[in-house]
């Protein structure tokens, strides 16, 4: 389990990779003409239409090859919107503090002056604070960008009313669609008002995305931004008839691997994707039963409920125990599971997203970890354990360090390699112990090929 929060690691089916292995997709150039691709055309067809249903929109764009360059592409559409209005000046764009990073970054990027609304203690957002900002800025309004379910795992109750409020000043909807796997078959960003959204089929639609891609980022519009789909030079047949420039070399982006999505959809259908979408909230929601008698869960909806991933509040205890997100995220190693997302969007925290294709056994082997850490941080904080020198701190242990005849740490290698019974049938061994991040951070070191290699070659 790669419990990564708004990351959306899901099982990546081999009979969902196996298309991306045909010679007849492999093969193809991107700008192979029309007549030699019907195939993959087809297959965007059809995929477009599916994804357009998914999200209640009327057109969709293949090109953006991830999810940031989905919300530069979006954000340039509705650009071209406004300037085909006359209102070339509505260049504001509101975030709320709660967004990803990407959000500034692609809001910059496409030329946008940025201001940022409030979230109230909830973690949802100030709805009063982004009706001033909507009207102080009513004139130049451009865009609002906003995620939902929002990245604090809430459905954000009032995202109507904020969607209406941007609306009637003016500005258009640009949706963050990367938790559409809380949405899917239930709701969509058509439905609460966006006018745009990326998807993120590296998240939601199953592409593999461990180690960084690659991605893919389509954008899903409203009737009224259609139009202005970005184009190709090579291809006069993508994009729309007033086109923004392309936000990628090819076309359809990384085509190949929209195979995989295709994939998805098709052999899930209607009703599998409703019931992914359910099992991922359910599973979430389990999760926060079995944790919220030992951790604080830092937001909840209305109905003391998450959407498909929650945020465990751990900042109290680096004042209690001298322990870190990133000592809980290391000693996870030991009891074999990737970390859960550290420290986003809130510093000190630890977001969680199961999503629907974890096993029930498989929850709660991770709960029973994360509540035998909880009481190995309690037994720092009643002083039985050392602040600098516990489980925590020195995690993750190695097979190597484990069987050292010089073991002289103030537990024993059992409790440091076994805490749990689980691991007896289940052990991953951690190939190294803790590096130093923030001095790997600082002194990089090239791993590609030196010039003189090739030559020899
Ligand atoms: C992942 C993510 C993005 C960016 O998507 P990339 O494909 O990584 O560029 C944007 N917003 C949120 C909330 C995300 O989780």
Known sequence: MIPLGSCTMKLNAASELMPITFPGFAHMHPFAPLEQAQGYHEMFAQLEKDLCEATGFAAMSLQPNSGAQGEYAGLMVI???????GDADRKVCLIPSSAHGTNPASAVMAGFEIVVTKCDEM?????????????????????????????HGVYEEAIQEITSIIHAHGGQVYMDGANMNAQVGLTNPGNIGADVCHLNLHKTFAIPHGGGGPGMGPIGVAAHLADFLP????????????????????????ALILMISYAYIKMLGAEGLRHSTEMAIVNANYIKARLSEHYGILYTGKNNTVAHEMILDCRDFKRDAGVEVADIAKRLIDYGFHSPTVSFPVAET?????????????LDRFCDAMISIRKEIKEIENG?????????????????????????????PQEAAYPIEYLKDYKYWVPVRRVDNAFGDRNLICSCPSIESYEMA
């Open 384 to 412: 039985h354990a050392d602040r600098e020198n516990n489980l925590l701190k020195n995690a993750p242990h190695t097979a190597d360090c484990i069987i050292n005849k010089d073991w002289n740490y103030p537990y024993s």
């Open 79 to 85: 650009k071209a919107y406004h300037e085909a209005n």
């Open 231 to 254: 184009g190709s030079v090579m291809l006069e047949k993508a994009g729309g008839s007033k086109a923004i420039n392309a936000v990628s070399a090819a076309p359809y982006g990384s």
């Open 123 to 151: 973690g949802n957002i100030d709805v009063e604070d982004l009706k001033a900002k909507a009207e102080e800025h009513k004139d130049r309004l451009g865009a609002l960008m906003v995620t939902y379910p929002s990245t």
């Open 350 to 362: 630890l977001m969680i997203e199961p999503t629907e294709s974890e096993d029930k056994e498989e």
